[in-house]
């Protein structure tokens, strides 16, 4: 079989490509500074359509929520269906549409960050537009990455994809109630992930059942440490 492969510097808008990231780090790392200085933590959760992004949060808002104060910032091309589903559970929610555009950006939640009551927060969840690419280039402020991925996106879907997994701190291999359904082994999903980056923390959830959230919550390390409950 032959493989036609994209090689660095092929690329006809390369320039303005790279110009492009070192202007979206420059702006992420001015939200990290806003966070930092407010105190909050803030985690970016990435991932497919339907693999339970929307879902993990208002796991995470629900169970922490008890402690701290969280805010949220959702992303979506042009709904606000995720953003009211996370408010009901008391969350400061904004929602940031991104028309055509498949990621957010960190222009984009800087701006959204104008609009929070920072000062007031302690945990802050970025979500993002729905896939596996476009976001992991794409850095937008917060400390810590989490992607939620789903068995029912096959027994590839890690290797396929392995560039958002080395950014992440922590991934969630979400619907494990399905993996003998779908026949797709999460161990070997986990195994494949490890060869991409030994340091990820990666947590089996069924989060319909609210299962495997309070290990989430200690892999992202926010079990202590919350303004609000201390």
Known sequence: MKVVEFQEGESFDIELEEDLLRKNEEI???NRRLLDKHGVM???VMGSIGSGKTTMIERLTNHLGKTAN???VAGDLTTTIDAQKIEQQGASVVQVNTGKECHLDANLVGKALKTLPLEELDLLFTENVGN???PAEFPLGAQKRLVVISVTEGPYMVVKHPYIFREADVVA???VELAAAMKVDPEKLKA???RIDPRI???KTSLIADQGTAEVIEA???ATGMKSGA
């Open 132 to 134: 596996l690419i476009c």
């Open 28 to 30: 992420a790392e001015v």
């Open 173 to 175: 291999i979400n619907k």
């Open 220 to 222: 992202l390390g926010l």
């Open 192 to 194: 494949d992930m490890a």
């Open 42 to 44: 803030g985690i970016d």
């Open 70 to 72: 969280v805010g949220v």
């Open 201 to 203: 923390k990666v947590v």
